[in-house]
Nanobody, 116 residues
């Protein structure tokens, strides 16, 4: 069983930065994609960014140019560097991992709060 564990959330003022980390532990055969979703209060969960095993990346339009996703394959870890944060970036950020059998594993989430 793969268990992604997030860290790095917190409270920051608008314009500030945070770096989220997610380390996948457990019995891992091979990881395909890794990424981040977020869920704001009263809204549906939305994709923020993802990175494939080939290092291709995708971003939500709302975070392009401000967020950067990266991964360390040796550590089974994915990072999300968030710069120029806005109050609308507030939400619970969930890490996910997809293995080569297309199984999806979710972290428990980490709260990000951006004050205006």
């Amino acid at each position: 069983q793969v268990q992604p564990v997030e860290s790095g959330g917190g409270l920051v003022q608008a314009g500030g930065s945070l770096r989220l980390s997610c380390a996948a532990s457990g019995i891992i055969f091979s990881i395909n994609a890794m990424g981040w979703y977020r869920q704001a209060p009263g809204k549906q969960r939305e994709l923020v960014a993802r990175v494939t095993s080939g290092a291709s990346t995708n971003y939500a339009d709302s975070v392009k140019g401000r967020f950067t996703i990266s991964r360390d394959n040796a550590k089974n870890t994915v990072y999300l560097q968030m710069n120029t944060l806005k109050p609308e970036d507030t939400g619970v950020y969930y890490c996910y991992v997809v293995d080569d059998f297309a199984r999806v594993y979710w972290g428990q989430g980490t709260q990000v709060t951006v004050s205006s």
